[in-house]
Structures are given as C-alpha cells and as structure tokens.
C-alpha cells in the first residue's frame, strides 16, 4: 500500500464509507419496522402474552433453549414447541409443572421453576404467540 | 513506561486474567454438563453456569480494554491521564458491582434475583448476554461513562493520533450501543431486532475498532515501522470492518420475524466480513516482516500475529462457514454456532488483551521493555496450549454441530433434538478434553507471570 493511495485517502473511505452504510442500514431498519406488523404476530399480544415473556426472562429460559434459534444451544428450540407438543398449551403446562426438583440421574433436566398456575398459563400463551410469528419457514422441521 | 499514569492499567489487566480463570473454570462445568446432565443440579443448573461463563467473559474483555487504553492513551497523547484517580475508583466500583452480580447469579434463583434487583421497574433481564440486574446495567453505563470521560479528556489536552481516535471512536460506540440494552419491549420481534444492535455491533462492529487500535499500537511499538503506514493500514482494515458489518447485521435478521429481503442483504455483506480479518493479518505479518528494530518482547509479537490469524480462522473462516442464509437456514441455532462464538472470542478479542498485557505488563512492572528469556518462553507455551486447545473445541464442536444438523435438520427423518444430543455425546466429550488443555495453558500464563531472570535485551 503505498505510491498513489495516501493516508487521507483511507481515512476519507472509512468515514464516507461508515456514514454512508449507517444510513443505509437505518433506512432498511425503518422499513423492517414497517413490514414487521404484518408478520410478527402483535394482534396476539395481550396482558397474559406480556405476562408470559416475563416468565420466560425472568427465569433465564435462554440460558439452555433457544427461540427462533437464539440462545443457547442445551435444550430444545422452543420457537415451534407449540405445534411440536400438538398445538396444546396443556401439553407446555403440563411438561414445565412435572419437571422433578431433582432431576433425572445422569441427564439433563429442565430445573422445577414452581410457577403458578397464571404463570404456567401466561408462559404456554407466549410460547404460543410465538410460533405464530412468520420466521420465514423456519426451523426446517418440526424438530426445531 | 513513560508516564505515571499508565500504571493504572495494571490492576485492570491483574482482574481481566482473574476472571479470565474464573470464565475457563465454568465453561468446563458446561461441557461436562453436556455430557453429565445432572452435574452440580439442582445448585447449579446450566443456564446460571453459562450466565456465569458469559458475563465473565464480557466484563474481562471489558477490564483489558479499559486497561489497554488506560496504558496506550497517555503514550499516544503524550501526556498523562486526566485523572488516575478517578480510574482507579472506576475500576474498584466496576470489580465490586461485577463481582457481586456473579455472586448473585450463584447464591438465588434468577427469578429471585430479578426481584429484588427491582426488574420489574424497567425489565431488562432474561435475556442472552444481558442477563445481568437492570442496576447492574446502570451502573456499567456509569463505569463506562467515566471512564471515557477520563481518556476522552486525555486524548484531547494531548496529541492527537489516528489510534487514539479509532480506539476512542470504538469505545464510544461501545456505550453507545450498549444503551439498546434497556430497550425491551414485549414484541419479540423488536425485542430480537434491537438486541442484536448491543450484540452484534458490538462484536462485529465497535469492537473491531478496538481491537484494530490496540493491534496498530502494538505494531508500532514492537516493529519501529513508520507510523504513517501503520496507520494508513488501520483505515482501510477499520473502513472495510464497518462497511461489511452494518448491513452485515442482516445475517441476524433470517429467521427471527424480519422480512425476507435480510437474506439478501444479510447474506451479502456478511459474506464480505472476512475481509477486514484477512486483511488484520496480512497487515500484522507485513510489518512484522518489515520491522525496522528486533523488539526483546517475543511473546508479545506472538500473541499481535496470533490473534490476527485466529480472529480470521474464527471470526472470518467459521463466521463464514454459516453466513449465507440457505446454509444458516440448517445450521442456525446449532452447535456450529457454539464453534464459531468460541473461536472468534478467543482469536479476536481475548488474544488481542493478551497481546497488549503482554506488551505492556514488563513494563507495569517495572522492567525495560521484556521479560525474562525465560518467562517468555512460558508465556509462549501458553500461546500455543491455549491456541491448539481452542482449535480442537472448536473442530469437536464443529463435528458435532454437522452431524447434529444433519440428524435433527437436513435428514429425510428428522431426529429430536435430545436423541440427537445424545448420539453426538462423543465430540462433547472430546470438546471437554480440549477444554482442559486450554485450562492448562491459561496456568502455564499465569504461571510465567512468576518467572524471574535477567531481562531480556534487544538482540539488534
């Protein structure tokens, strides 16, 4: 690098350049916001979803599953779990309640949270919502 | 060291390599975790293991760049810091806060601890990387705030350099992105979206120019190659990080509930992301190769090549590997994601802390320029165990996250993810032994920290 090409050259490319692709980036990033009504499922928010996200934050759910493939990666995705465990709620309900406080000898077991009742409910409901979300076809399979 | 006040970087980079330890020892009950389900449950479940592996991870990254610029700031603006003391306070309240969120993550439950840190005022938590209380938010926001308040201070009653300014303009991206963390809105679309605008323009965006600065300073000092070139190189390496990276960020955006255009775009510009990783090394074995005096320091030029070449293999190579959206379509949220985190971590932002403590501990402690032949030659083998035992976490991780997206993803009967799990069991069990070299050699770091003898000397 030398001959032609000076330091001011390179310095004029990296803020033209930077400035230039933050603007196209918000530009693309107002339009998402735009598009997103139409797919992120908003209509299905309600008090009992709210309730469920916070469930699943407050209880560091990420910290082994993942959703829509954002996680980690020790549990299962739970994006679809709710088709996956036959479009019922029942079936989440009754999966996180039966967790044994003590685990399974030798494998890994999701810990006992003792939610509520209106806690299991609010968190199935979320869980629901999401699967709702249009994800591009994603994951390739019900196995998540 | 030219200036007194450089010598605050040293308790910074003294806790980076402390929690450094305590990372490595949790990322070693993970993967056993993987393959022992029931090791340490109930008291220590894996989601609170892996916070604990994480969080350490950030805040040490976060104390040896702070460090780094603490020490290279004062040189570069050929004065000294603004206020030493308001550093070292820094530092105590940013150990103190951060050692009692730990504690907190291991002493009561999450749901506990979200409570009583008073979550529900402005909920924040839960969420992957910023797991940690809202106040503990808060006040790394203030930590971060001070601190560049002091160096920005610094760089501007001193000299200005193009380090200075690339390092300063990270940092400030840095907190300013940081701020998207207290956004969290219930739609977990626009949750997601704006998540990634911490997480990945951090570690795809700002950071990069951190790691860039600190790399340049590295080289002029080690190599005595003319600073003009130097710094003509950090441009183009820093312009092409920032160009690919923005609209790179649309490789987040394939699955997630954002319109289908992202594959385009993600696809694209990540593609291109490589580039200024590729370009880190050619750059660092350039000047090393066209060094103008032979620095005493060996094992620091090791670690500035070394984290070149590995932040390209790892963040370049394995980022690569899974970018483009048909591939990511099988491979997203898979153990191929795990491979590539570990190895871009390690090759981009843990060696390049290493390689500036490295440059800049003999002198925080005292010596010339370099440790002993001895020490360094430890030092060296830490590199290495260190380096190869990443390699191979990476390649077991690698090999389980091929076949896991074969069984549970591409096959004509997909398998669920738990059968799967277990039928991939020997790779994690391997990860597991390459995870132990690497404890070993971060001992063997330590360990050379200990050793004394006669400073080496420039052999030219």
């Given at each position: 690098m030398s001959g032609g090409f000076?330091?001011?050259?390179?310095?004029?490319i990296f803020y033209g350049g930077s400035v230039f692709f933050i603007l196209v980036f918000l530009a693309l990033t107002f339009d998402t916001t735009t598009a997103l009504p139409k797919r992120d499922n908003r209509a299905a928010i309600n008090e009992t979803v709210t309730l469920g996200k916070?469930?699943?934050?407050?209880?560091?759910c990420i910290g082994c599953h993942t959703l829509l493939g954002e996680g980690a990666y020790f549990a299962p995705e739970l994006g679809n779990v709710y088709i996956r465990?036959?479009?019922?709620?029942?079936?989440?309900?009754?999966?996180?309640?039966?967790?044994?406080?003590?685990?399974?000898?030798?494998?890994r077991s999701m810990p006992q949270f003792n939610l509520s009742a209106e806690e299991l409910e609010a968190i199935a409901q979320f869980l629901k919502y999401t699967s709702e979300i249009n994800t591009e076809n994603w994951p390739p399979n019900i196995q998540g | 060291m030219q200036y007194q006040s450089q010598a605050v970087a040293k308790p910074y980079f003294i806790a980076a390599i402390g929690l450094f330890v305590g990372q490595i020892l949790f990322g070693l009950i993970l993967g056993l975790q993987y393959v022992v389900g029931d090791f340490l449950f109930p008291e220590i479940p894996f989601n609170v293991a892996r916070m604990v592996h994480t969080n350490l991870l950030i805040v040490w990254l976060l104390f040896g760049f702070m460090g780094a610029t603490y020490y290279l700031i004062p040189e570069e603006s050929e004065t000294e810091l603004h206020s030493p003391k308001l550093a070292l306070a820094l530092f105590w309240i940013f150990l103190v806060a951060g050692a009692l969120t730990v504690l907190g993550y291991l002493l009561v439950p999450y749901?506990?601890?979200?409570?009583?840190?008073?979550?529900?005022?402005?909920?924040?938590?839960?969420?992957?990387?910023?797991?940690?209380?809202?106040?503990?938010?808060?006040?790394?926001?203030i930590v971060v705030l001070g601190f560049l308040f002091n160096v920005t201070m610094t760089v501007l009653k001193g000299r200005k350099t193009v380090v200075s300014t690339i390092l300063l303009i990270g940092l400030w991206g840095l907190a300013i992105f940081f701020l998207f963390a207290f956004y969290n809105p219930t739609n977990l679309v626009l949750d997601k979206v704006?998540?990634?605008?911490?997480?990945?323009?951090?570690?795809?965006?700002?950071?990069?120019?951190?790691?860039?600065?600190?790399?340049?300073?590295?080289?002029?000092?080690?190599?005595?190659?003319d600073r003009e070139i130097i710094e003509k190189w950090l441009y183009v390496i820093i312009a092409m990080t920032l160009i690919t990276g923005i609209i790179g960020t649309g490789h987040h955006y394939y699955w997630i509930g954002t319109p289908g255009y992202w594959q385009w775009w993600g696809s694209i510009f990540s593609a291109l992301e490589p580039i200024p990783f590729f370009m880190m090394?050619?750059?660092a074995f350039n000047m090393v190769n066209k060094r103008r005096r032979e620095h005493p320091n060996k094992a620091a030029v090791l670690w500035a090549m070394g984290t070149a070449v590995m932040a390209f293999l790892g963040a370049g190579v394995w980022g690569f590997m899974h970018t483009l959206s048909p591939v990511n379509y099988y491979t997203h949220g898979s153990q191929i994601t795990a491979a590539h985190g570990h190895m871009a971590f390690y090759g981009a932002y843990a060696m390049i802390v290493m390689a500036i403590i490295s440059y800049a501990m003999p002198m925080l402690r005292g010596r010339e320029a370099a440790n002993s032949e001895k020490s360094q030659i430890m030092e060296m083998w830490a590199f290495w165990l260190m380096t190869v035992g990443m390699v191979f976490i990476t390649l077991f991780l690698t090999g389980a996250g091929i076949l896991q997206t074969w069984l549970q993803r591409v096959s004509d009967n997909p398998e669920p993810f738990m059968v799967v799990q277990d039928k991939i069991a020997l790779f994690y069990w391997m990860?597991?032994?390459?995870?132990?070299?690497?404890?070993?050699?971060?001992?063997?770091?330590?360990?050379?920290?200990?050793?004394?003898?006669?400073?080496?000397?420039a052999t030219a």
């Open positions: 000076t330091k001011a050259m390179a310095r004029n916070k469930v699943w934050e407050d209880n560091n465990f036959g479009n019922s709620t029942e079936a989440i309900k009754g999966f996180i309640a039966g967790r044994p406080k003590d685990g399974i000898p030798g494998r | 749901a506990t601890l979200a409570e009583i840190t008073g979550n529900d005022l402005l909920p924040t938590m839960g969420r992957e990387f910023l797991e940690q209380p809202t106040i503990t938010k808060i006040g790394i926001v704006f998540w990634w605008w911490v997480v990945h323009l951090w570690v795809e965006g700002v950071w990069e120019l951190i790691m860039a600065a600190i790399l340049a300073f590295i080289l002029i000092k080690t190599t005595g190659v090394v050619i750059f990860r597991e032994v390459a995870g132990v070299v690497f404890l070993i050699g971060l001992l063997v770091y330590i360990a050379s920290f200990f050793i004394g003898g006669e400073e080496k000397k």
